[in-house]
């Protein structure tokens, strides 16, 4: 009787266990799951307090590869400040920021643990000037980033005739004429004989093409292609004219096999034209 009911009992036993056993494999797992996520709590809360230690407030900020854009302006735009903890603020959000600066192309920013913050900054090159109603600088992508302002340098080529539009017409007929240009200035840029000091400004027109203005006040007209060639030859008759050169008050050079020279008037004369081989 007795051994009858100890068989009964382990098992009923055997079968509560077998039937508890997925509840509590998963009690475990919801226990380990709580206490991954307390501890998840605890180090958040040890964190957050940890980056109010005046040991991780910004004692220096680092800015080097600024030129243009000032110390105080990038900074500015950061939104950094020397005793601010070094951890609250966004990376992205100082460099949207700092590259919202009309100079500013690319502009980096990291932490240097425990207290210092370095920016580097890569500021734009203008590759020339647009006098188009307003007087603004454009990049080597032909954009428009920046107006002039007084004590702007102004040492790069000139160009007028060129408008807003032209630039964002990537088939204009007068965007491709300024980019040969700028090829031209850089001959003119080494060139002992003819160099870029004398150019004013390059002139763009629908009908003429491309003409060169000089500080001297003539005007070379050099059409729509061969510039290289064109430039060499306007080289030479400089060479060979000497002073005379001057005279001229403006010069035809869209064809290469001749050109066409008129001269300022003198007094009491007429001005004239003459064809030059």
Excluded: C
């Excluded at 500021?123 to 032909?142: F, H, R, T």
């Amino acid at each position: 009787m007795s051994t009858k009911s100890y068989s009964k009992s382990s098992s009923g036993s055997s079968l509560r266990k077998r039937r508890l056993k997925p509840y509590l494999r998963w009690a475990k797992w919801v226990s380990l799951l709580i206490f991954i996520l307390m501890m998840m709590l605890l180090l958040k809360i040890g964190w957050e307090h940890a980056k109010s230690w005046s040991f991780f407030k910004i004692t220096e900020i680092e800015i080097s590869g600024n030129q243009r854009a000032s110390k105080e302006e990038i900074l500015l735009l950061s939104g950094l400040k020397p005793g601010m903890g070094i951890f609250n603020f966004k990376l992205s959000e100082a460099v949207n920021g700092i590259q919202s600066h009309p100079w500013v192309k690319e502009a980096r920013v990291s932490r240097q643990l425990p207290d210092r913050v370095l920016i580097f900054i890569r500021e734009k090159e203008p590759s020339a000037i647009l006098v188009s109603g307003e007087v603004y600088y454009l990049d080597s992508e032909w954009k428009v980033f920046k107006k002039l302002l007084p004590g702007d340098k102004l040492d790069y080529p000139v160009f007028t005739g060129l408008t807003l539009e032209d630039l964002q017409d990537k088939s204009s007929q007068k965007l491709a004429l300024a980019k040969g240009a700028l090829e031209l200035w850089e001959l003119a840029k080494v060139s002992s004989i003819f160099p870029s000091e004398q150019i004013s400004e390059f002139h763009l027109e629908e009908s003429t093409g491309l003409s060169l203005i000089l500080r001297s006040g003539q005007k070379i007209i050099l059409g729509d292609g061969d510039f290289a060639e064109k430039f060499h030859k306007l080289e030479l008759m400089r060479v060979e004219m000497g002073r005379d050169f001057y005279l001229f008050r403006d010069l035809d050079l869209t064809r290469l096999d001749r050109v066409v020279a008129r001269f300022f008037k003198l007094k009491g004369t007429n001005g004239t034209e003459a064809e030059l081989e």
